[in-house]
């Protein structure tokens, strides 16, 4: 017992650098998708059907797919073919963005078509373009509407995140794993890794609650 | 020629093999997933306060850490214990105890969205509490938590890949074998993520049809 928590002690700061990887890797990946999954769900609502067929072609196969199959087809196979050399970090930040941007996308879509239609009709009766209308009034709403799914996308996000293992990403899980296999102190060392798992989650949805809080506008409801 | 040789007598057995094993993971879990979570739902919903506590903290553990984590403590991390399991059944475990907990959430939500009012008629009516719980509430929970749960078992569809990192070979790790010994690693990947699909699509669609077909005009399948 007392041998196991003087280990755990002994490992506790490098598991912890390894949630710094595992933050940049949900970061990247939340941000990627973020941006991504907005221009689908425009491209979704607003666009042409042959891009509304082609987006949902994009989110069937991306929400259909494991991602460890993701991990694998881009890491080993696309990405040599292509003969582009990227970090095993780069690349999970990649596929689970791609991944995260197919749920984002329905996330924000859903907050779109919730909106009332004449809020379009009244933007363009002012001489807004389009365009103008989608950025400025439209998503405005919508991306405050969408903060609590995106707060759950997060804590999928970052708990998917512990597969970029498999590519041997120095994440919690991994170093977990490089700990456990010299000290065979196994279980209590991936008990800890999840805790810190835990503490991101609890840390990330109680800072996007902040967020809604602080971005919500006195008297607006839906 | 030989690449078509290779891939009838290599390629098509291995994956043939990892889709079985896929299975043999996939319709145990869920079906004893949705064990658990009906006995965690209905325990947080109708338990004493301790029961509905440990129930709370079974879910908080086993929705927060990643799944991963919870493969690797009971195939890696049990044996401290001196609890061993081969990886099969460690991944059957893990599975089902981590879909418990998102079917428990689902399950919770449908029990509680059935108005006290309606425990008040049927024991007016006569019911016995187990036959109020066949006849009136369990009909109408089912219903509601269909969506919710049909989702979840089309996550553990793809979650059951995760199975290949605690060494049990299923249909990822078949294809990450043959891939590795042959360098093909897109056309096998390719192929692999179309099994996934093919599977996560025809489960949709079957659970869409189910929801349909049960659905009744005038009730609405979700609490509002």
């Known amino acids: 017992m007392i041998e196991s928590l003087t280990i755990l002690a002994g490992a506790l700061p490098y598991l912890l650098k390894g949630s710094v990887v595992t933050i940049g890797v949900v970061f990247g990946a939340m941000s990627l998708g973020l941006l991504f999954g907005i221009a689908l769900a425009v491209g979704q609502v607003y666009g042409a059907i042959w891009l509304k067929r082609l987006i949902g072609l994009y989110v069937w196969f991306f929400r259909g797919v494991p991602l460890l199959v993701l991990l694998f087809l881009f890491y080993f196979g696309l990405f040599s073919l292509l003969n582009i050399n990227l970090t095993a970090f780069t690349v999970a930040v990649i596929v689970l963005g791609l991944i995260s941007a197919a749920y984002q996308s329905q996330i924000f879509r859903g907050a779109i078509v919730s909106l009332p239609d004449g809020q379009l009709k009244a933007a363009r009766a002012l001489g807004m373009s389009d365009a103008t209308a989608i950025v400025l009034i439209i998503l405005p709403q919508a991306l405050r509407l969408a903060i609590p799914a995106w707060s759950n996308e997060y804590s999928i996000v970052l708990k998917d995140s512990a597969v970029a293992y498999a590519l041997g990403v120095t994440e919690i899980m991994a170093r977990a794993h490089f700990v456990a296999s010299r000290t065979y102190q196994h279980l209590p060392l991936y008990f800890t890794a999840g805790v810190i798992f835990l503490i991101l989650t609890y840390a990330g949805t109680k800072a996007l609650r902040l967020l809604e809080e602080r971005v919500h506008i006195p008297g607006y409801s839906q | ?224």
Do not use: D
Not at chain 2, 145 to 159: D, M, Q, R, S, T
Not at chain 2, 179 to 203: C, N
């Open chain 2, 1 to 224: 020629m030989e690449e078509m040789l290779f891939i009838r007598t290599e390629v098509v057995p291995a994956l043939a093999r990892g889709i079985i094993v896929s299975i043999q993971l996939i319709i145990p879990s869920s079906a004893l997933g949705l064990l658990v979570g009906m006995a965690v739902g209905a325990a947080r919903v109708y338990g004493n306060r301790s029961l509905t506590f440990a129930a709370n903290c079974y879910v908080a553990i086993f929705r927060g850490f990643p799944l991963v984590v919870q493969l690797f403590i009971w195939y890696f991390g049990l044996p401290y214990i001196g609890i061993y399991m081969t990886p099969y059944v460690a991944a059957v475990l893990g599975f089902s105890l981590c879909s418990g907990a998102y079917h428990s959430e689902y399950i919770r939500g449908a029990f509680l969205s059935i108005k006290q009012g309606q425990l008040m008629a049927a024991k007016a009516l006569g019911f016995s509490h187990v036959g109020m719980l066949i006849h009136v509430i369990f009909p109408q929970a089912f219903r509601r938590a269909l969506p919710g749960c049909g989702n979840e078992i089309v996550y553990l569809i793809k979650y059951s890949s995760l199975a290949y990192m605690i060494t049990c070979i299923e249909l990822t790790g078949e294809g990450k074998i043959i891939a590795s010994e042959t360098f093909k690693y897109i056309e096998i990947f390719l192929i692999i993520g179309a099994v996934y699909l093919f599977l996560t699509t025809i489960a949709s669609w079957f659970l869409r049809r189910l929801e349909n077909r049960l659905s009744i005009p005038g009730f609405k399948p979700f609490s509002v």
